[in-house]
Nanobody, 125 residues
């Protein structure tokens, strides 16, 4: 049984930083893609960042480019999201997602098979 467990969320002031972690168990995604999505109240779930496990290629939403960094630890089967220069509009429930393949549609949430339960990030102004 595949499980994705997020951690690292919390309350931070504008300009602060947080590091989210997503630990995968039940299988590895060595041929696949792992990503982060977020959902604010009343809004749709949106793409934040993704990483291709095999070659480390990364993808970002324009709204977080230059502030967020996605990375992976192969040995620990874990993906990280380093979030710097946080803004109130970054406030959301952040979800980790995974799929067992790579294609160009890394930003599309419907292409991901596995999801975590989310971790809350709140940025105060």
């Amino acid at each position: 049984q595949v499980q994705l467990v997020e951690s690292g969320g919390g309350l931070v002031q504008t300009g602060g930083s947080l590091r989210l972690s997503c630990a995968a168990s039940g299988r590895t995604f060595s041929s696949g893609t792992m990503g982060w999505f977020r959902q604010a109240p009343g809004k749709e779930r949106e793409f934040v960042a993704a990483i291709v496990w095999a070659n480390g290629n990364t993808y970002y939403a324009d709204s977080v480019k230059g502030r967020f960094t996605i990375s992976r630890d192969n040995a620990k089967n874990t993906v990280f999201l380093q979030m710097n220069s946080l803004k109130p509009e970054d406030t959301a429930l952040y979800y980790c997602a995974a799929r067992e393949y790579y294609d160009a549609y890394v930003r599309q949430k419907y292409t991901y098979t596995y999801w975590g339960r989310g971790t809350q990030v709140t940025v105060s102004s």
